[in-house]
T-cell receptor, first 115, second 114 residues
Framework: AQKITQTQPGMFVQEKEAVTLDCTYD???????LFWYKQPSSGEMIFLIY????DQQNATEGRYSLNFQKARKSANLVISASQLGDSAMYFC????????????WGAGTKLIIKP | DTGVSQNPRHKITKRGQNVTFRCDPI?????LYWYRQTLGQGPEFLTY????????KSRLLSDRFSAERPKGSFSTLEIQRTEQGDSAMYLC????????????FGPGTRLTVL
């Protein structure tokens, strides 16, 4: 079974609108971490936001927020007031366990912002 | 620029040749990861170092692949007898122990095996 599922291969969004990118995860470990990264066409992987499984509040970083619904095993990324520069691939990733080393990645969502 | 550098940025080689990639981490980062990313997919974990110790290796890391981090600073990833299926982006990421969980990625090395 897929550990990280991103069901939207691609999305088109009008500039200045908010956008939600979906991510569901599968783990039986009570301690885990969820990450979102952005990968522009230039290729570098840019960290956006992190949510720990024991965090009570949803994580926020500027225009990015993570809608964490633990019971549903959902960790959607919300980008408010989208900009043309937000066009990129977006990846959801998970670290299982408190000391596990690797990140498990979803297949990504290609987001295109229309002017 | 995250401060993690990778060289070369691009490598084209013929099938059967050996290739070596280098990753230079942010200086205070003692944890270093190698990932492989094929077109249209998310990265796949290859191996992990804490200081100079290689603590975890993926099943993806066949015996043609070897990674080292001899002094706990830069790391090298070598692929012997390259195959066309090795064509991919090879990403290096680093982080500190404790503190923030995020991994900082280098720009990657794109390998094309002809």
């Amino acid at each position: 079974a897929q550990k990280i599922t991103q069901t939207q291969p691609g999305m088109f969004v009008q500039e200045k609108e908010a956008v939600t990118l979906d991510c569901t995860y599968d783990t039986s470990d009570p301690s885990y971490g969820l990450f979102w990264y952005k990968q522009p066409s230039s290729g570098e992987m840019i960290f956006l936001i992190y949510q720990g499984s024991y965090d009570q509040q949803n994580a926020t970083e500027g225009r990015y927020s993570l809608n964490f619904q633990k019971a549903r095993k959902s960790a959607n990324l919300v980008i408010s007031a989208s900009q043309l520069g937000d066009s990129a691939m977006y990846f959801c990733a998970m670290r299982e366990g408190p000391s596990n080393y690797q990140l498990i990645w979803g297949a990504g969502t290609k987001l295109i912002i229309k002017p | 620029d995250t401060g993690v550098s990778q060289n070369p940025r691009h490598k084209i080689t013929k099938r059967g040749q050996n290739v070596t990639f280098r990753c230079d981490p942010i200086s205070e980062h003692n944890r270093l990861y190698w990932y492989r990313q094929t077109l249209g997919q998310g990265p796949e974990f290859l191996t992990y170092f804490q200081n100079e110790a290689q603590l975890e290796k993926s099943r993806l890391l066949s015996d043609r692949f070897s990674a080292e981090r001899p002094k706990g600073s830069f790391s090298t990833l070598e692929i012997q007898r390259t195959e066309q299926g090795d064509s991919a982006m090879y990403l290096c990421a680093t982080r500190t122990s404790g503190g923030a969980d995020e991994q900082f990625f280098g720009p990657g090395t794109r390998l094309t095996v002809l």
